[in-house]
């Protein structure tokens, strides 16, 4: 199965500089990467993704880079902002659209310091 | 984004007792939903696959008899925690994908922290 692994667990960063949390994974037939923020006692929130057929994607702040060949892919979080702290999780699943599952990284817990 | 409800929020019960969690996908179709778990400062661990008018496909190590899925329309997936004990005690979060997308855009509900006592 999928195993997917993520660096660091714990990352301060000062506000207003950039963040960057990176994942490893093992199934080259995987194909579908998101990124989830987790606030405390909340659920996970999509916040960006990205298929295999796309080297990097970006919405405003946020960032994913893929190398597909290396079998590793990255946030990239910009300007960061105290509403930026929170855990984040990558994950990866397979080929065809559907049902399959996702596999999550151990998650990444962020803090921007003032 | 596609918006998932989860209820209830917070839970507190005594030991044996059971637990029902429901998960509604709001505005649009779910025939699959999955269920996780997640411990304290820990990643999400699935469960089970919800599937509509048929079985769930529970994990490896995931007892079925203690955790009741029903997937009774293509809108509402329920967990049921069965006779629960202590280390029952966690957080539980449902997800779902939009079945008319065609994309593969995965939802999570608010989530459920359950207390046994």
Sequence with gaps: ?114 | GAVVSQHPSRVICKSGTSVKIECRSLDFQATTMFWYRQFPKKSLMLMATSNEGSKATYEQGVEKDKFLINHASLTLSTLTVTSAHPEDSSFYICSARDQGSTNEKLFFGSGTQLSVL
């Design chain 1, 1 to 114: 199965g999928e195993n997917v692994e993520q660096h660091p667990s714990t990352l301060s960063v000062q506000e207003g500089d950039s963040a960057v949390i990176k994942c490893t994974y093992s199934d080259s037939a995987s194909n579908y990467f998101p990124w989830y923020k987790q606030e405390l006692g909340k659920g996970p929130q999509l916040i960006i993704d990205i298929r295999s057929n796309v080297g990097e994607k970006k919405d405003q702040r946020i960032a994913v880079t893929l190398n597909k060949t290396a079998k590793h892919f990255s946030l990239h979080i910009t300007e960061t902002q105290p509403e930026d702290s929170a855990v984040y999780f990558c994950a990866a699943s397979g080929s065809n659209f559907g049902n399959e599952k996702l596999t999550f990284g151990t998650g990444t817990r962020l803090t921007i310091i003032p």
